[in-house]
């Protein structure tokens, strides 16, 4: 994953207890770089362009199934994304993670920071 300076990807986890106990279907689906995005079942119009929706980005990783073929462990997003950007930080250039997670419906939670050196920062949303 070189070239750019700016790489977004995405990670799929895994339905969590509270969402199996509750009856939670999984909506994300990941092809190749793209990440698709169905609508519940219970709110489908029949219309794939309104049910369905594709985003693709510099990568997408899936980590939701550990029996799938393409389950993105974290030594792989590490082997794909942390040793170029270590190695870019370590060079002295600036660098920086962005990284957040969704547990609830429309609820980011707060952002906190930590600094790993002088040139390289991780932003995590807990």
Not at 74 to 100: M, P, R, S, T, W
Request: proline share 3%; net charge negative; with cysteine.
């Amino acid at each position: 994953m070189s070239g750019g300076n700016i790489k977004v990807v995405v990670r799929c986890r895994p339905l969590n207890s509270r969402e199996i106990a509750r009856g939670a279907e999984g909506l994300i689906r990941m092809e190749g770089d793209q990440t698709i995005i169905s609508r519940p079942s219970d709110q489908r119009t029949g219309k794939d362009s309104e049910d369905i929706k594709a985003f693709t980005f510099d990568k997408s990783y899936w980590s939701a199934d550990k029996s799938d073929p393409t389950y993105a462990d974290q030594q792989k997003v590490y082997n794909d994304l942390g040793e170029e950007l270590l190695d870019h930080a370590f060079g002295g250039y600036n660098c920086c993670i962005f990284a957040c997670k969704f547990s609830e419906p429309d609820k980011l939670e707060q952002l906190t920071y930590q600094w790993i050196d002088r040139h390289a920062y991780i932003y995590i949303i807990n």
